[in-house]
């Protein structure tokens, strides 16, 4: 059993900066693959980000390549989330998973374990 605990979300403004944090715990987190995902209200879960176990590879979504990075301290126990320049569409809670060890990067169906979410709100 794994339990992840999102933080760092709030009310920014339009081209700020935030740095999500989620913490894991009840498992070994250095084998476990990490992801991103955001939902906002009446939309599907949409991918962020996702890296490797190692942090040797990365993954971002479209709409967020280039503006956001994804890094992870296995002796913490922890992956981050820095978010650059910050659109309103940016808007959603945002969810880490650990991922399953098969499948794609890309989907919330290869995520197994999920924290609680944390709540991002950009204003314009």
């Known amino acids: 059993q794994v339990q992840l605990v999102e933080s760092g979300g709030g009310l920014v403004q339009a081209g700020d900066s935030l740095r999500l944090s989620c913490v894991a715990s009840?498992?070994?987190?250095?084998?476990?693959?990490m992801g991103w995902f955001r939902q906002a209200p009446g939309t599907e879960r949409e991918f962020v980000a996702a890296?490797?176990?190692?942090?040797?590879?990365?993954y971002f979504g479209n709409s967020v390549k280039g503006r956001f990075a994804i890094s992870r301290d296995n002796a913490k126990n922890t992956v981050y989330l820095q978010m650059n320049g910050l659109k309103p569409e940016d808007t959603a809670v945002y969810y880490c998973?650990?991922?399953?060890?098969?499948?794609?990067?890309?989907?919330?169906?290869?995520?197994?374990?999920w924290g609680q979410g944390t709540q991002v709100t950009v204003s314009s």
């Open positions: 009840g498992g070994t987190f250095s084998t476990y693959s």
């Open positions: 890296i490797s176990r190692t942090g040797d590879s990365t």
């Open positions: 998973a650990t991922k399953k060890v098969w499948g794609s990067y890309y989907t919330p169906a290869t995520y197994d374990y």
